[in-house]
């Protein structure tokens, strides 16, 4: 029994120090995803971040681009990320470009995203 917990424990170490970044783990923290072409994804909640990137939480099954945005919307920031894994609802995602204020972003298509309520353009 101890060489199983001592296997265990060696293995989740070495599974830590694969990792760039610690992560921190969120608590219902919603999000919205859109296209870089400022379509409208889903929504989503970030389960934990890192420096690096977001572990992301699906509402519902869709299909994700390689690249796409990300609005956290406690903060309200908005970041370019980049898909790194997919496991059914759950999805991985490095920062392509940081997280910054949405009010930093003129592109209108982006900003929509902060709007409590919003609908695509048909």
Request: proline share 5%; charged share 25%.
């Amino acid at each position: 029994m101890l060489n199983f917990l001592n296997a265990k424990k060696e293995s989740l170490t070495r599974a830590i120090q694969r990792r760039l970044h610690p992560r921190q783990r969120t608590r219902l923290r919603p999000a919205k995803l859109a296209s870089l072409d400022n379509e409208f994804i889903c929504d989503c909640t970030i389960r934990d971040m890192s420096e690096g990137g977001v572990r992301l939480v699906l509402n519902e099954d869709t299909d994700l681009p390689e690249e796409f945005y990300v609005f956290d919307a406690v903060p309200r920031t908005v970041a370019e990320v980049q898909l790194r894994w997919r496991n059914g609802l759950a999805a991985g995602v490095v920062y392509m470009v940081p997280p910054a204020s949405i009010k930093h972003f003129s592109n209108t298509g982006v900003r929509k995203l902060a709007q409590r309520l919003y609908a695509l353009d048909g």
